[in-house]
C-alpha cells in the first residue's frame, strides 16, 4: 500500500476551503443565536448547483418543445440535449451541468448541510439528546445475569433506543 499523499496542492485547497468555513461560522456564532437562526433561515432558500441544473433542464425541454411546436421542428433539438444531461445525470455522481454550476459558485446540497448542521450544533439544539452512551444495553445485562452475574438495576438515565432515535430524527430532520 502506497502511503497517503499529506501536502499538495489539492490538500492544501482543501485546508484552505476549511479555514474558510471554519471562520465563516465563527462570524455567524459572534452574533449569537438570532444570527444562526437567519443563517439557517438563509440556507432554506438557497438553490444547490444540483437544483439549479435541473431547473435549467427542465428549462431546455420545455421551451424547446414550444419552439419545436410553434416556431421550428430544428428546436427539438433543445429537449434531446436535456434528456442527455439527464440520463448522464442518471449514470453519474454528479452531472455536467451541476458541476458548470458549482464552478459558478452554487454549493452543492452536501455542503449545504453542513453548514447547516454546524450551526444547529453551534447553537445547541443536539446537547439535549441521547447519544449511544446513554442508550441502556439489555442484552449486555441479560448475558450478565444470564452468566450467573450480578444482577444490575438499569440507571434511570439510560433511554429505550427507539426513543433515543426519534428525539434525534425530530431534532435534525426537516
Do not use: N
Not at 431547473?55 to 431546455?60: A, D, N, R, S
Not at 420545455?62 to 434528456?83: C, D, E, Q, R, T
Not at 453519474?92 to 458548470?100: I, N, V
Not at 449486555?140 to 426519534?166: H, N, Y
Request: glycine letters at 8%; a negative charge; one cysteine or more.
Amino acid at each position: 500500500m502506497l502511503p497517503r499523499q499529506t501536502t499538495g496542492p489539492a490538500t492544501t485547497a482543501a485546508l484552505a476551503r476549511r479555514a474558510a468555513f471554519e471562520q465563516h461560522l465563527a462570524r455567524i456564532a459572534e452574533g449569537g443565536p438570532a444570527a444562526i437562526c437567519e443563517r439557517l433561515c438563509d440556507l432554506d432558500r438557497e438553490w444547490t448547483s444540483g437544483r439549479m441544473a435541473k431547473v435549467t433542464t427542465g428549462i431546455l425541454i420545455l421551451a424547446g418543445l414550444l419552439l419545436a411546436v410553434f416556431v421550428s421542428p430544428w428546436f427539438a433539438v433543445l429537449p434531446a440535449i436535456g434528456g442527455l444531461l439527464l440520463v448522464q445525470y442518471v449514470f453519474a455522481r454528479r452531472s455536467w451541468l451541476g458541476e458548470l454550476y458549482h464552478a459558478a459558485g452554487y454549493r452543492s446540497g452536501l455542503e449545504i448541510e453542513e453548514e447547516r448542521i454546524a450551526l444547529k450544533a453551534l447553537r445547541g439544539d443536539f446537547k439535549h439528546l441521547p447519544t449511544v452512551h446513554d442508550i441502556e444495553d439489555r442484552d449486555a445485562i441479560s448475558r450478565l445475569e444470564g452468566e450467573g452475574g450480578m444482577v444490575v438495576e438499569p440507571d434511570a438515565a439510560k433511554v429505550d433506543p427507539q426513543e433515543a432515535v426519534r428525539q434525534v430524527v425530530e431534532v435534525t430532520h426537516h
